[in-house]
């Protein structure tokens, strides 16, 4: 199965950078994507993954949209307000890409549905806003041998690493527990842009093999000093999750 010729014109100028072409194309066709939270990162996200024609994007949320989302969570719009935001999310995505399948799971993501939920995936995108259900996604990640981008953002802070299971360290690797309590913490909306633009372009990566992904790299962006850190981690030999790893396809 070839691309369309449509499709041929829509990806025209991301099949010009080198090493991409129609076969690449194809593999980000044929990708399943998992976007886990449609906030802040999950908006942008799932945007760039859209617009770059992965074929198939499953948006897992559970939550409604809310006047107090809409400077940060680009996708849901004022006419959006009370609508479940995978709903929201699912109608934009299509009219920005019909040749899309996009799948809406308007579900809580909890320890009994996260493997059935991500079965199947290829690479689970994180737009999630806090440590205990990522920690959550990342085990089911390790353990069905998913790749999995983290990131996450604090007021014009901004995080992001790479987690291929049997190729770097996890996300429990790095932080053993979520200790902290969920709160309402503060964001510029730009800052998860930022954030979700780097990790919509790594699952890209991945999907392709293209370019180097940032395995056993924490990248720190500091939007107030407009700094680009990264910080080298390394996986836990003691992890009980590693320890449960799947080896990857
Ligand atoms: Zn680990």
Redesign the pocket.
């Known amino acids: 199965m070839g691309l369309k010729e449509s499709e041929k014109i829509r990806y025209n100028r991301q099949m010009m950078i080198k090493g991409w072409g129609e076969g690449a194309q194809l593999k980000i066709k044929a990708a399943k994507v998992a976007v886990v939270g449609l906030g802040g990162l999950g908006s942008p996200a799932s945007l760039y993954l859209a617009a770059a024609g992965v074929g198939h994007l499953r948006l897992i949320d559970c939550d409604t949209v809310d006047l107090s989302n809409l400077n940060r969570q680009v996708l849901h719009w004022s006419s959006d307000l009370g609508r479940a935001k995978v709903e929201s999310a699912a109608m934009k995505l299509t009219q920005l890409n019909p040749d899309i399948v996009v799948d809406p799971v308007n579900e809580a993501l909890t320890v009994d549905n996260v493997a059935q939920l991500l079965t199947g995936i290829d690479v689970v995108v994180d737009g999630l806003d806090n440590l205990q259900s990522r920690l959550l996604v990342n085990e089911a990640c ?1 353990c069905l041998g998913i790749p999995y981008i983290y990131g996450a953002v604090y007021g014009m802070e901004g995080f992001l690493t790479t987690i291929v299971p049997g190729k770097g ?5 790095i932080y053993p527990s979520a200790s902290a309590p969920s709160e309402t913490f503060p964001v510029l909306g730009a800052t998860p842009g930022v954030v979700a633009s780097l990790e919509a372009a790594e699952a890209l990566k991945l999907i392709t093999g293209l370019g180097r992904p940032a395995i056993g790299r924490l990248v720190v962006c500091d939007v107030e000093l407009m700094r680009f850190d990264e910080v080298t981690i390394k ?2 030999e003691g ?1 009980p ?2 320890a449960r790893q799947k080896p990857i396809r």
């Not at 360290?169 to 690797?173: E, G, I, K, N, S």
Request: proline content about 9%; some cysteine; charged content about 25%.
């Open positions: 390790v360290p996890c996300l429990r690797c996986k836990d992890c999750v590693c």
